[in-house]
């Protein structure tokens, strides 16, 4: 990777105040409000005893890596393909690939910043434990990052105009959004819905985090279903991604 490139993307993100406050800041006001609400952080029996302050946790880990693929990268990548940078970079010895691999990395990195302040408001304001499975929660977490850029890749592949992006992003980010928990935590989903939420990139996110989160290994199926959409994801946005 040319970290000249790396730089330049990062100094560019630093100055998008927008993208800094709903992928690094929004998950931690949202978790805030939710844990400011009494009924929040009373223990549920529904819940297997607990709070559900306790999981929203990794609901909020997940929802900063959502906007970023979703709506910031994409939005970013069109941009640069529309206006010709893409194409103008192919003539020089920096390759797009070079751009592309630069945004991953950056929105990736801002991906982990929000799940780090998530859980760290989360312990120090509410008394969320930590996860118990250290090295199971940061697997599932780097999986779950993975498939939601190679997600995002995908609407950029299919977007031609930063209107499409936008268009394309918004219709997935609001499903992705359900899937992750952030208006019915997969814990309290019945069983069926669970199941089929279970299936997608960050269903089976949320439970392999919740499982790690409670001390348990999070799970080869939901590990699994991670790699398996980051593959695929990445297969098609390689096949149908365009430099100009």
């Known amino acids: 990777m040319n970290t000249a490139v790396l730089r330049t993307e990062l100094r560019l993100f630093r100055r998008e105040p927008g993208a800094l406050f ?43 890596m959502i906007v970023g693929a979703l709506q910031s990268m994409p939005q970013t990548l069109t941009g640069y393909r529309e206006r010709g940078i893409l194409r103008r970079m192919s003539a020089t010895p920096v390759r797009p690939t070079a751009l592309l691999s630069a945004q991953m990395v950056v929105y990736g990195a801002a991906a982990l910043a929000s799940a780090l302040c998530a859980l760290t408001v989360g ?4 008394g969320v434990r930590l996860p118990k ?27 031609r105009t930063t209107k499409i992006a936008g268009a394309i992003g918004s219709a997935v980010f609001f499903p992705m959004m359900f899937c992750a928990g952030v208006w019915i935590p997969v814990n309290s989903m019945p069983d069926v819905m669970a199941r089929i939420v279970g ?46």
Do not use: K, M
């Open 22 to 64: 709903w992928i690094l800041a929004f998950p931690t006001v949202l978790l805030v409000i939710l844990g400011s609400i009494p009924g929040f952080r009373h223990h549920e029996a529904d819940l297997g005893g607990l709070r559900t302050i306790d999981v929203y946790v990794p609901v909020t880990v997940l929802l900063g």
């Open 199 to 244: 299936c997608t990139p960050f269903g089976a996110a949320a439970e392999a985090l919740n499982r790690a989160a409670a001390g348990h290994w999070p799970g080869w199926t939901h590990l699994g279903v991670l790699v398996a959409w980051t593959v695929l994801l990445t297969a098609g946005a390689s096949r149908w991604f365009r430099w100009e």
């Open 123 to 126: 312990r120090l304001a509410f």
């Open 133 to 159: 499975q250290a090295f199971g929660y940061l697997l599932a977490l780097l999986l779950a990052i993975l498939a939601a850029l190679a997600l995002g890749a995908v609407v950029s592949a299919l977007s």
